[in-house]
């Protein structure tokens, strides 16, 4: 069973930036490859991001590609949103979540975190 608490989310200008975090516990988080994913009010959720289990691969849609940064670090058990030149469209609750399997932008995580709203101004 894996635990996962993001943090991070807030109310920022566009232009600007917020970097999310995501801690987990539970099991060994090098064993789980990480997504974020996000929900706008009225939509369906969609996949942002993904790292493999090293980190040494990354994956991202198309919409935030050289705007966000996924990363993690393993000593900690934390993965890392770094989301910069934020747009108001990337308003949304961000979720991450965690499986063993790398499956990029696939929903089917077997592990999902509670979520953290970030709201981006116009």
């Known amino acids: 069973q894996v635990q996962l608490v993001e943090s991070g989310g807030g109310l920022v200008q566009a232009g600007g930036s917020l970097r999310l975090s995501c801690a987990a516990s539970?099991?060994?988080?090098?064993?789980?490859?990480m997504g974020w994913f996000r929900q706008a009010p009225g939509k369906e959720r969609e996949f942002v991001a993904a790292i493999s289990w090293s980190g040494h691969s990354t994956y991202y849609r198309d919409s935030v590609k050289g705007r966000f940064t996924i990363s993690r670090d393993n000593a900690k058990n934390t993965v890392y949103l770094q989301m910069n030149s934020l747009k108001p469209q990337d308003t949304a609750v961000y979720y991450c979540?965690?499986?063993?399997?790398?499956?990029?932008?696939?929903?089917?995580?077997?592990?999902w975190g509670q979520g953290t709203q970030v709201t981006v101004s116009s």
């Open positions: 979540a965690a499986d063993r399997r790398q499956l990029l932008r696939s929903p089917e995580y077997k592990y």
């Open positions: 539970g099991d060994t988080f090098s064993d789980y490859a």
